[in-house]
């Protein structure tokens, strides 16, 4: 079993940054690939961010060259850095952890219990 705590959400406005931090209890964290989703409501979830055990990353094209997906391992935590963020990035954020990095959300086993991320314009 894996646990996921997600923390870092809130309120900013247009152009504002924000990281989210999702810390993991359980199984060896190093082991796992972990994935940040978001879902807005009436859409469907759909992956920002992922990122492997050795460190390879996969954006969503909505996200490239704003959002950073990082990990340290020794604290068994995944970020996500949001920097020139739009109206449109208001959603649920969601961490997810699988066994290899994956895009769909059924291929993640563990999922944390979302903090909420919301762009003003």
């Known amino acids: 079993q894996v646990q996921l705590v997600e923390s870092g959400g809130g309120l900013v406005q247009a152009g504002g940054s924000l990281r989210l931090s999702c810390v993991a209890s359980g199984r060896t964290f190093s082991r796992n690939s972990m994935g940040w989703f978001r879902q807005a409501p009436g859409l469907e979830r759909e992956l920002v961010a992922a990122i492997s055990w050795s460190i390879t990353t996969y954006y969503a094209d909505s996200v490239k060259g704003r959002f950073t997906i990082s990990r340290d391992n020794a604290k068994s935590t995944v970020y996500l850095q949001m920097n020139s963020l739009k109206p449109e990035d208001t959603a649920v954020y969601y961490c997810?952890?699988?066994?290899?990095?994956?895009?769909?959300?059924?291929?993640?086993?563990?999922w944390g219990q979302g903090t909420q991320v919301t762009v003003s314009a």
């Open positions: 997810a952890a699988s066994r290899s990095i994956a895009t769909m959300p059924k291929e993640y086993d563990y």
